[in-house]
């Protein structure tokens, strides 16, 4: 129990106002004191359910899976283990294997899986229009098995660094990011996705087992604030949102005033081009937690998880909209040479026994860069922050690669591949060069794994390999191993 967790009398007051019958208020209040239970969800575009569960088992961690997520777990792990080694910092984590995720905090892109699930993988177009730290959208990119195009969108410039690093560690290669107030969507790109994930800034409520003062500032005043970005933020997706594609709303907030209403404002404001998709089957026992409307309002004495609202909408048919907006300016990249694309290819080949890359090779200055083909129809629509992987910087003797061609397509090779030991391993995230058991012929470029999943590059030199990884990915503290 935490009884440091600030929980203020008149947000008890407003709760009570709209707590539904079947709950009890001591209850809320106890589960608001208790901590969370730790949750993960394994990243499968990097490895499988069942290998993450024999890791897990190898390490002694107990798991226990998320009712409502075949990739989501609860973990407990030692205590001596989870004081020495923070989850950040073993191998899993680092791999990218996994993503330290709050179990409700999976219900949006599920929300979207049976969609994702039935389309043509690589024709649709997705808009996550509120991505950092990037859970969801990794979550997204998985689902869509690297497939189609995910645009992720933040608009603080701090929280898109964070953003755009998470995608590198998790091998998301079918994205590209953006910085705008997400309201610009419905002027710019009206009607261009599929689907859409606005899990939308909100007053936070639900995270309090989290963050012991996370109702500090709270108010009906801010409550009321928020709400009328969220507004804006709702119509702007609906108007980006393809007649026939779905909208999910979602908040880790509790108050009608940031949830039922927002989506009332949705439904008044485009009438019968909108429909409420119900939650109610999204997974067993959903219906503990579905409101008359068919929205899930997940309180946390609930499935013992933090609070959480989640609505799905559909999109009818075309709205009107008359201020369409066009971008300025001209696309900053130009295509990748086929002289060059060949030459590379076959370094590719040679090297790593690559086939092919999935993708549009496109060059900007000195960078070698990857993008989804799907990006060509929305690619001047917007101006992007990153668009797609980052392969290379070419020289006049070729292309020499990042770090990132390793994370998002390593799987891919089979040849000059060198899975760490945990030694190694340390050595790597350090920024130290590998010593190898016993000197090699190799030459050239290798792609490191770890868990079996591709991690960074380095260059064969003999004893050792030498270390690749970027200087800000270099991690500190204990690493990996504890005992
Ligand atoms: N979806 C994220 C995840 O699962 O990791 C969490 C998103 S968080 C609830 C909401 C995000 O919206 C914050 O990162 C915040 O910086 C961003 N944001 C705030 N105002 C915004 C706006 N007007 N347009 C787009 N994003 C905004």
Known sequence: MDKNTYIPENFIEDVKTYLPEHLNLDDFIDHCQKPLRLSIRVNTLKMSVDDFKLEAKALGWQITPVPWCPEGFWISRSEEEQANLPIGNTALHLSGCIYVQEASSMLPPLALRSEIENMDTDQYAVL????????????????????????????????????????????????????????????????????????????????????????????????????????SLIKSAFLALKPGGSLVYSTCTLTPLENQQVCSFLLEEFADAVEVTPLDDLFDNASQATTSEGYLHVWPQIFDSEGFFIAKFKKRHSVEHHNQQQKKGAFPFEAFPTKAQNTFSSYLKKQFKIKQLPGTLMQRDKELWLFPDKLADVQNKIKYARLGVKIGAIHKNGVRLEHELATAFGHLATENVHALTEKQAVDYFQGKDVRLEKPTNETGEVILTLCGAPVGLGKWQKAKIKNNLPRDLIAQGQLITWV
């Open 128 to 231: 996550d229009m509120a991505a950092a730290p990037g859970s969801k959208t990794s979550q997204l990119c998985a689902l869509m098995n690297n497939q189609g195009l995910l645009i992720a969108n933040e608009f603080s410039s701090s929280r898109l660094k964070v953003l755009a690093a998470n995608m590198k560690r998790m091998g998301v290669a079918n994205c590209a990011l953006s910085h705008f107030d997400g309201k610009i969507f419905g002027d710019y790109m009206y009607e261009c996705f599929d689907h859409i994930q606005l899990d939308a800034p909100c007053s936070g409520e639900g995270t309090v087992r989290k963050d012991a003062n996370a109702l500090k500032n709270w108010s009906i005043e801010s409550n009321v604030d928020i709400s009328d970005v969220q507004k």
